[in-house]
Nanobody
Framework: QVQLVESGGGLVQAGGSLRLSCAASGRAFGSYATAWFRQAPGKEREFVAVISRGGGSTLYADSVKGRFTISRDNAKNTVYLQMNSLKPEDTAVYYC???????????????????WGQGTQVTVSS
């Protein structure tokens, strides 16, 4: 069992930056591929980024590629999402998710993740 807790959300102006953290407790976090998803009001939850168990491989949604960076520190049981050049359309609740399977298969599908955090709100003003 893995418990995930996100933090770092807030209100920022367009063009600004935020760093989200996802702290894990429970079984060895290094055994889990981890992703960030987001959900804006009235929209479906969408994939943002994923990182492999060891941190050597990452994938991003086209909408955030070049602006967001996912990373992890398994010694600290934490995954990060550095968000730069934020846009109003990035406004959403951001969720951390983990799965025991490999990171690549169906990585964009929220249904394949076993564990979820409660989410952290990110609001980007224009």
């Amino acid at each position: 069992q893995v418990q995930l807790v996100e933090s770092g959300g807030g209100l920022v102006q367009a063009g600004g930056s935020l760093r989200l953290s996802c702290a894990a407790s429970g079984r060895a976090f290094g055994s889990y591929a981890t992703a960030w998803f987001r959900q804006a009001p009235g929209k479906e939850r969408e994939f943002v980024a994923v990182i492999s168990r060891g941190g050597g491989s990452t994938l991003y949604a086209d909408s955030v590629k070049g602006r967001f960076t996912i990373s992890r520190d398994n010694a600290k049981n934490t995954v990060y999402l550095q968000m730069n050049s934020l846009k109003p359309e990035d406004t959403a609740v951001y969720y951390c998710a983990a799965r025991s399977a490999g990171y690549y298969t169906d990585y964009y599908d929220s249904g394949v993740y076993d564990y979820w955090g409660q989410g952290t709100q990110v609001t980007v003003s224009s």
